[in-house]
């Protein structure tokens, strides 16, 4: 969910809504604690500067009683007159403050209240005078202090629950968007495997996810529209040239009856090369109707073991005749879900290649084994092989190697074998033999 394009765009706003936040603060700050302080600084400078007035004019005698009489009318207010080696003279605080003031003359402080125990903070301004004295003229800031604690608090506090907000709205945003997301993404799903008649559902809210499915389920209406059409054209030109193609061989296979011995083998060729041709349609026609979802595989639980046995005795014979040596073996006991004939296809498919591409005299092996989770067919030679970086290619229609363009088949064989891994929902996994080719297609076990 952190990484849905949401929840990123929420924190973003979070963010600048958290900087907007703290821009206000400070403005508010500014505005109002800051003009407080501003005011008693002018307060301290404009006192300061009449008391070294009435020193100069009157003496230390009036500035000691203009000391009292400001202390007993504003009793937030310190003075201290005094040496510069902070020995006091005159006013009401009692000691000098241990701090150093600022190149201005500024300085805070904390002093003892009168007749407590207790500590007050003091902002004051220093100011040196003649004689070798200095005045100090400080006022009581325990109220703006307390004010600042508060507004620094609740700016932390507010911060925080912004924040926190924030993650929560981006965490119910984001579920939200991606219940929708989700719900596209099993529409898609369903009709990447081929159901073209499944849409996108829409909420009549006019939002953007209902424009996006607008869109969506009419490109989906053209798109299974022109698949239709496709797939009517792909079967009729299916019925019109197989039954020709099986009328012309019928008619060479009867014409090769009577035929002498040397137009009998041109007639004989000529049937293969139509019995190859019919199987290729097949092949064709059975790769379209699993990949467009209109063959309907007759899934069932099955068990693993006599589909490998029966595909290699099926191919027993020509693995013979080529003097290669076809081991299989499997282990008990393994059952998968899925539709017998489509699987004994693919694994026959691959025994076929394994068996046509591997030199005379050689091993081909055919093994089923539980792995965990999985039922897994493994089928491996001691051919060419295929080179990894053609593993992928070697998967589309009509993909042939420059090796195996001399020797038989129509390069549909593995095409096939991937359509029928796709109905199941399995894996089809090559690696290198060394040398030859290993095939591996793992399926799901059912109990």
Avoid at 102 to 113: A, I
Wanted: glycine content about 8%; aromatic content about 8%.
């Amino acid at each position: 969910m952190a990484r849905t394009t949401t929840f990123r765009l929420t924190l973003s706003y979070s963010f600048i809504f958290a900087v907007s936040l703290g821009l206000l603060a400070f403005y508010f700050y500014w505005s109002t604690i800051g003009l407080v302080l501003r005011e008693t600084d002018e307060i301290l400078y404009s006192q300061t500067q009449a008391l070294s007035k009435v020193y100069r004019k009157r003496g230390i005698d009036w500035l000691a009683k203009s000391l009292s009489v400001r202390a007993k009318v504003n009793q937030k207010m310190l003075y201290q007159f005094s040496t510069l080696d902070n020995r006091p003279l005159a006013g009401n605080l009692r000691m000098w403050p241990s701090v150093s003031p600022s190149e201005e003359g500024w300085v805070e402080f904390d002093y003892l209240l009168p007749g407590t125990e207790e500590y007050a903070p003091a902002r004051g301004r220093v100011y040196p005078l003649p004689d070798g004295v200095q005045l100090l003229v400080a006022r009581n800031v325990e109220e703006i202090t307390q004010i600042k604690k508060v507004f620094n608090r609740s700016l932390q506090v507010g911060l925080a629950l912004t924040l926190l907000f924030a993650l929560v709205g981006g965490i119910f945003m984001s579920r939200r968007v991606l219940r929708r997301v989700s719900e596209f993404t099993a529409s898609t799903g369903q009709i990447v495997d081929g159901r073209l008649g499944e849409r996108l559902t829409s909420r009549e809210t006019g939002d953007e996810f209902d424009v996006l499915a607008r869109h969506v389920n009419e490109m989906l209406d053209r798109l299974e529209t022109l698949v239709g059409a496709v797939r009517h054209v792909s079967d009729n030109i299916a019925h019109d040239l197989r039954t020709p193609l099986t009328r012309l061989r019928n008619r060479i296979e009867t014409a090769s009856l009577g035929a002498t011995d040397s137009v009998k083998g041109e007639l004989e060729a000529s049937v293969a090369d139509a019995d190859e041709l019919l199987r290729t349609f097949s092949s064709l026609l059975k790769i379209a109707r699993i990949e467009s979802g209109s063959y309907k595989p007759s899934f069932e639980r099955i068990d693993f073991a006599p589909l490998i046995f029966d595909a290699a005795d099926l191919y027993q014979g020509l693995a013979q005749e080529k003097g290669l040596v076809l081991m299989t073996d499997c282990d008990p006991v393994i059952f998968i879900y899925g539709d017998r004939n489509l699987l004994f296809q693919a694994i026959s498919n691959l025994v076929d290649n394994a068996i046509k591409y591997s030199p005379d005299g050689g091993a081909v092996s055919l093994i089923g084994r539980r792995d965990g989770d999985y039922a897994t067919v493994i089928v491996t030679d001691a051919g060419s092989g295929i080179p990894e970086n053609e593993w992928e290619n070697v998967l589309e229609r009509f993909s042939r190697l420059d090796q195996s363009r001399s020797l038989p088949g129509s390069g549909l064989g593995l095409s096939v074998v991937n359509a029928v891994v796709k109905a199941h929902e399995a894996q089809l996994i090559f690696e290198d033999n060394s040398p030859g080719l290993k095939a591996v297609v793992k399926f799901s076990l059912v109990g």
